[in-house]
């Protein structure tokens, strides 16, 4: 025997074979029962318009409507507990012999009909609802919002110790030396500025490396203002991108040229000073590519036209990530620089793990015999528009003659 006929059966007197149920643990038989099911849909009708729309609002909810019965000499006692359920607030669990087990909520009212029959039975008509889960929306914080606050954390780290360890006062030569060096990395900033950022942009860059190169003699004395200047310069060319993998590129060079000078003994204190302030104009540069790579990294993954795959997202983050580690293990930041240069890779791994997982991913499929790219874009991807893409990631030169090889497919 199933379960169902566990539950016990009766026989009424017309013939009628009850067969046993229950809600919320309270035993009843029932014989007959409806599942009503619909849309909720909403229909708009106009004057002087024949024809209604309609708008869809989604599934009706499911409603069981069920004839119980509890019979015998303790029917009453039966009845009593089942109003008790119905009356109890919130779902409960119905166990029916035709729907199965059941998260319920009573719909409306139960009716309950007396009969003196076979020692007394009562009739109940009810009507359930099926209760879903309650789904109340989830606050997430964004990862690129949560990335772009631990750059930015970055930034203010290494701008504070560029402010505390950075000085020109003393002879002439520290100024012009400064200058000089710095006149360079605007330059270079520029020249980049030129190759990844859009027209429109472009000279509002200009206007501003141009405006800081001339003020480079008195922004050397105020190393707080100076070192904005140069984060407001990369800023405005992470804006005003178009070409981010390619702006990715220069950063990366941007921190391999860098590098300290040779730790050599200075034969006097002005040259040991020098010494210093190059180390920290190297260390700001430095920096200042690494946390902008991240934002140039932030904006290539969310345009599916320039990180197409989960692997070409990974593989960026990786490059960003192994020159986050050099400048962590072998320049050895202060503290500070440090705390923020680590919370800022943390960020960026949560952000490209998350991301990445919606961009396609690389996969192969091998043909069983030459194909055109059209057919074969069909029947990969039912889109013959990507035979063009199938053609130029492996590398095919007649697109009429698709190889019969392993062929990298983006799925």
Do not use: C
Not at 222 to 246: D, E, I, K, Y
Request: aromatic share 4%; no cysteine.
């Amino acid at each position: 025997m199933g379960w169902r006929e566990d539950l016990g059966r009766v026989t009424l007197p017309d013939g009628r074979v009850l067969v046993g149920a229950s809600f919320r643990g309270v035993f009843f038989h029932t014989v007959t029962s409806e599942l009503r099911v619909g849309r909720r849909n909403v229909v708009n009708e106009f004057p002087q318009r024949d024809d209604p729309s309609v708008d869809d609002l989604g599934r009706k909810g499911r409603r069981v409507v069920v004839d119980a019965y509890v019979i015998g000499d303790d029917h009453m006692d039966q009845r009593d507990k089942l109003v008790t359920a119905f009356e109890t607030k919130g779902s409960g669990e119905l166990i029916h012999p035709r729907f199965g087990l059941l998260n319920v909520a009573l719909d409306g009212d139960a009716s309950l009909k007396e009969e003196s029959i076979k020692g007394g039975i009562t009739h109940i008509t009810v009507t359930f609802v099926v209760d879903g889960k309650n789904v109340f929306p989830t606050v997430r914080t964004s990862t690129v919002t949560q990335l772009e606050a631990k750059t930015n954390a970055a930034d203010d780290a290494s701008q504070a110790q560029f402010a505390a360890a950075y000085s020109v006062a003393g002879p002439s030569m520290l100024a012009s030396q400064a200058v000089a060096a710095l006149n360079k990395d605007v330059a270079g900033l520029l020249a980049t500025a030129r190759l990844v950022s859009g027209v429109d942009g472009l000279a509002d860059i200009v206007r501003q490396s141009t405006l800081l190169s001339s003020n480079l003699s008195s922004l050397i004395r105020t190393p707080v203002l100076l070192s904005q200047n140069l984060r407001s310069l990369l800023a405005s060319t992470v804006q005003n991108l178009n070409r981010p993998l390619l702006a990715f590129a220069e950063l990366q060079a941007l921190f391999v040229a860098n590098q300290r000078s040779s730790a050599t003994s200075a034969a006097t204190s002005t040259r040991a000073r020098a010494l210093a302030n190059d180390t920290e104009r190297a260390d700001l540069q430095r920096r200042l590519a690494l946390t902008n790579q991240a934002r140039v990294l932030a904006v290539a993954i969310s345009d599916t036209e320039v990180v197409q795959t989960g692997d070409q997202a990974t593989a960026l983050r990786d490059a960003l990530l192994a020159q986050l580690d050099v400048e962590l293990e072998e320049f050895d930041p202060v503290a500070e620089v440090a705390t923020a240069l680590t919370d800022m890779r943390a960020a960026l791994v949560r952000d490209v793990a998350l991301r990445s997982e919606f961009l396609l991913q690389r996969s192969s499929y091998t043909p069983a015999t030459v194909l055109p790219a059209l057919v074969l874009a069909h029947r990969i991807y039912q889109d013959s528009s990507r035979a063009d893409e199938l053609v130029s990631r492996n590398d095919v030169r007649n697109p009429a003659f698709m190889p019969a090889r392993a062929l990298e497919i983006l799925q």
